[in-house]
């Protein structure tokens, strides 16, 4: 009697256990659907043209995509005197873009548009030669890899944030696990 009584607790116990999970089931999957959303980003390049940059939100912040010319990547490479951290060595970028040009490809420039003296977001400069990005706010300026110019504000470059590409034309944003 008491093992029936044990066998038949046992099987209530399972079955609570089961039901449980498959109550709570859509709530986990949902939350991690939601977390996915929130920390990647997708980015569609293919109406990116030279010389344009492209503006998304992320993480509640602004994301700058610049596409550059042929000349402004060798401007890249050659400049280094009128600025504060030509190597990046005091600012904020993921390991792949610790060099002159601050990015995973020459072509595409990605950096959070926030000028890092007080945050202000910065505008394009596209009538300055060798500035890419002046901000509003104090006239810091900023070349096409983000470093700022030597005399700003800015105490640093701009922070570039974690991302990949899954093709030629779609860029993930995506936060360092
Ligand atoms: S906030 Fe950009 S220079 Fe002051």
Known sequence: MIDRRRILTRIVQSFSII????VSYPFIKSSSIFEKRYLELEVDLSDLST????RVSWLGRPVIIARRSRQEIAAIKESQEELKDPFSERSHQPDFAKNKKRSM????FVAFGNCTHLGCIVKDSPDEVGTRFRCPCHESSFDGAGRVFRGALAPKNLEIPNYGFISK???LLTVVK
């Open 105 to 108: 490809r020459d072509d595409i």
């Open 19 to 22: 039901g449980a999970f498959f």
């Open 51 to 54: 010389d344009k940059t492209k």
């Open 169 to 171: 034309n779609i860029l």
